[in-house]
């Protein structure tokens, strides 16, 4: 299941219908794919890498490990607050809150560079092909914190 | 006379027996301060949820705050207060506030300011951590700061903005401020709940986190004292002295003109007896480097007295000298009447990111136990100029681990410890106050700190038992690379700024297909905490002693290190969880709610609202929340029946208030 996008259009009406329906997502993700399986790939991390820096860094710090008032986003905190959710869940909620300043303002493409690049520092692999943009908010793929053995 | 005055009248007759002093906790049933009580003490004499019974605790009522601003928030930090039947709390994206009937949650009234771009442009956005009453009796009000730094009075029974307070009811926070600030984009804000004493509203000042500054010409953070009724400013204390005033030949060469910050974004406590304010001050711009502000800096990362009615400076203590740690004091000073040595003292204790309470004679400034100036090790950063000297608490002992040697590593099993070794030797390692370094390549990348650059403890502060003399803190152990890496061109004026020497390579990936990759500067070992655990604890200190009475893990073990395929077969022991969790003490328990989530015992995913034994911190039952603590619980009586309430959000799970009960059989 490496090296794959995964698209799963039936799904994103679900994951427009707000959390509960990215919830719903995430569930019937039951046993698909996970962030173990090359979802995104490195020059999208790359590409989220410079937008974190300007658009993110400020609060969540330049190594991701959070400030009083934004929490980190790697570590065990990040892990304790998204694994066992999906990516779908994880973009949704930048897409609706993110940056804070200015919710709303990272197109697609940005938004699925920074989760790919929250992925890459949090110790995901990297495939071949890219996270999806235009599904990133609707992505099954579920984040789970130990490699599924 | 029916039962349900009983409690009541009972809080009342505690309260008219008890002696004089500035700490009684929160008093008849009610919350009307942040803190509990002026002395932020986060108590309450109250006894009807019990270790008998915690674990029966049922969902009175939960308000959610979603549609109190254009979008959901996912990080409610506010602590409610309940007057005379009322919850009121900040809520929301525009932090609005909002009264709530005490029994059932229901909404009763809702104030909310669009402050457009000035709101947008806001350095501390969100809900907030709370707000203040004020009543003479005749009136009662509502006071709050919002996202944009004015001062806003609503009637407490209606919500509508008191006309006679300021211009239509707000003071504009960026106006009178013995500085010249843009009104969109001046860079001060709040966080923070006023806090009213003796008719006077007091406000401190907050900035966006320093650890990368855009300039080190930041705008400033003084303290501001006002009249309750008009909104009239009182006084002014320049927590970065102007020229010439006290504490000003602190600061060497020109810095005093072109450095700012020093602003208290943390909660104040009050004696109103001695008529003093105690301000928790931050450090000024530039949380890492100190090469633009040579000197000690006074009153940055200082304990500061200071006159409530003048905002004359009592006395001060500076905690850490020309600090380039972030040790910010996070929290408002706990005012303890305690007994050391057969003597009554009027103290006040101070809990801190290092992990230290530092512990003073509130009246005069002076430790109560010797606070020492030991030799430190000097920066080699280009410009800097860090202090020979620290100051040293000497009692009680921290209540978090300082520093960081290879002992402090993970050693789950012999393979991790080996990692985490080989990790650590990419970095600087050293005791509490070794210095940042400039980061490198493949080393040393930074410095490691421990407690991490947000403690130890944090805003959330501590609580006392004024019974017990008892001290509560809860504390995160965790770690923080300290690199500086010169900012970008166009980015910012200071020579340096927090960050990591970026590898080369990083674009080709060496790892092996699947399998974890390990990033150059995360300290994490396999997903795991590079430090042992726990990761999250509280401690009770006796402050009558300066001794540590217990210290417990709080928070079940997170899922990823129960299942962690590297920890198989082994027996670890909780390991408590990370977060920003404040404590509430009562008659007989000390509460609080897990950071982050879990399963949970039923199989949920959420967290427990834990409840320990005060005495002994002996598990006391625990109730299950749908998402983490993020504001601090408080407790009040409303018709015979103790509450509970906790801010809680996160992950997917915006912000909701949730109040608990027991149930009616």
Known sequence: ?149 | MSNKYLPLLASLLTIASLPASAQKGAANGEWRTYGGDLASTRYAPLDQINKGNFNQLEVAWRFKTDALGPRPEFNLQATPLMVDGVVYSTAGTRRAVVALNAATGELLWMHSENEGKRGENAPRQLSGRGLAYWSDGKEARIIYVTPGYRMVALDAKTGIPVQRFGKNGIVDLKLDADQTMDLDTGEVGLHAAPVIAKDVVIVGAAHRTGARPKTYRNQRGFVRGFDVRTGKRLWIFHTLPAPGEPGSETWEGDSIRNNGNVGVWAQMSVDEELGLVYLPVEMPTGDHYGGHRPGNGLFGESLVAADLRTGKVKWYFQLVHHGVWDHDIPAAPILADIVVDGKPVKAAAQPTKQGWVYVFDRVTGKPVWPIEERPVEQSDVPFEKTSPTQPFVTRPAPFERQGVTPDDLIDFTPELRAEALQIASRYKMGPLFTPPVVSRFPGPLGTLMLPSITGGANWQGAAFDPETKLFYVYSVTGISSLGLVKPDPGFSDMHYVLGVAPNPDAATSSMKEGEREAPSDQLTVRGLPMVKPPYGRITAIDLNKGDIVWQIAHGDTPDNIKNHPALKGLTIPRTGRPGRIGTLVTKSLVIAGEGGFATTPTGQRGAMLRAYDKATGADAGAVYMPAPQTGSPMTYMMDGKQYIVVAISGGTYSGELVAFRLPNN
């Open chain 1, 1 to 149: 299941m490496n090296n794959r996008t995964y698209l799963l259009r039936s799904r994103r009406t679900l994951a427009m219908m707000g959390l509960g329906g990215l919830v719903a997502a995430g569930a019937l993700a039951q046993g698909g794919p996970t962030v173990w399986d090359g979802v995104y790939n490195a020059e999208q991390a790359e590409r989220g890498r410079e937008i974190y820096a300007t658009t993110c860094a400020l609060c969540h710090g330049p190594a991701l490990g959070g400030v009083e008032s934004a929490p980190p986003l790697t570590g065990d905190q990040f892990n304790a607050n998204w694994s066992g959710t999906t990516i779908a869940d994880l973009a949704e909620r930048i897409r609706i809150s993110m940056p804070v300043d200015k919710p709303g303002t990272l197109s697609r493409p940005q938004l699925a560079a920074v989760v790919a690049y929250i992925l890459k520092v949090d110790g995901f692999p990297a495939g071949a092909a890219e996270l999806d943009p235009q599904l990133v908010t609707s992505s099954p793929v579920k984040i789970i914190s130990n490699k599924p053995e």
